[in-house]
DNA sequence: GACTTGTTCAAACAAACGTTTGAATTTACA
DNA sequence: TGTAAATTCAAACGTTTGTTTGAACAAGTC
């Protein structure tokens, strides 16, 4: 049990410095009413900062209304959370079912592979270019990996239905791949999606600006085939 | 400006209720000086609550060390996430630059695509294995995502100059492919490779327990081809 | 007008936050 | 063993946290 180490920890800064990194400039809506400015400061601050690391305070400056609106219309910060993803969320899910049941199929009644991968990517891409959409897609790429109450389960509960459905698509498309394969695949399919939607500044880093992942037909021009030839490359023999 | 909305919101829950769901039961090695199970606790629990909803007492209490050791030893909470990152993380890459120095070439001196695939994806995996390794994968991937200080794209640099290489030898490898195509592939390279080491319980959850992308063997054997063979659909025309 | 209901507001609440302090304790080295 | 440095510790620091309160204000109905 020797102690031979480091002497206490120099201070590297005297006084503040630690400040919040410029919070968004852009404002809410002015003629929203009280609940949706609320509902589009809490989507801004939370993608960008993380559930926690965003104060009621933070929130309600930027919606410029009153502290206390958020309990009173919400009843909580969690719940606010919950209603911040459950409104899009749900839109989401409608328009991929509308996509998946309006797909061409061939005579033996299989869609084709790239048209099922298109029909569940395009509406999380397109979803960027409404306004606060991109906001929303990166809230849910961190819930995907973030925790907060026991809720990260609760809310990807609302694609479950659609999940299954979208992987019976991806079994028709591809009748000879093992069951257990179609998950792998799948599970690549999700993961690029919540990358993409991350928009962790990572690709344009390192392509030096060329790539562009806001660029939603260029984006499904490149993921589309990506994930397609994977997923053919699942069903060879090993 | 009318007013016919919803009316006080009813509480939920009169009194607690919403306590931290249940901290990770394991304990820290005692054999470990203050330093290292400082930091052994803190990548736990950053992991799996994500850094702003780890209390410092939330830490300290799990290491069993006094509060104020972390200060004392680290300075900060902030300088202690980067120490639990930095450790790790430069021994990754190093064991990546490792793998990819030892490529096997062909006769016109480019590696196989597949090789180029594993000797990326393998480091992160196995870390998984390692004690604690599965923390620091989390923490990983939440990182990539969550914003911390101004600090996200501080901890990516570590990664910047081996992912630079690793761009080049999948040019190498395929060498008809526009470049910009390459980091396309790359993107969707990264995004899987984080997707699964956040290990979000998705696939298990849609493959009803099937798949286990914590068998690392059994992941590397779908991701890779189907990465490899997602680069190649990048190369012909559209 | 009075009355009820929905909403806003400033102020305050207790609890939890990261950090600091100064004395007590332990270790290293003479 | 004596002394200085390294480390631990309990207590407190000043902020900030999410939430609550009760009065004030605004709108619809009689």
Redesign the pocket.
Known sequence: ????????IE?P??AAA?K?PSLPRAVVDPNG???ARIIQAAEMLFAEYG??????????ALA?????????????????LAEVVGVRANGLVEERMRLLAALRRDRNGRPRLEDVVEAFLRPSLEMSRQPGGADHMRLRARLAVERVGMSRARFEQIFDASNEKFIDALAEALPDHPRVEIYWGFHCLLGIQNYTMANSGRIQHLSGGTCDPTDVEATLARIVPFVAQGFRALGRRR
């Open positions: 049990m020797q102690r031979t180490r480091a002497k206490r201070r800064t005297p630690a919040r009413d009280t609940r559930f926690d690391a965003v104060s009621m305070r933070d929130i309600t410029k209304v009153n502290l206390a609106s958020v309990n009173y219309h919400f009843g909580s910060k969690l719940a606010l």
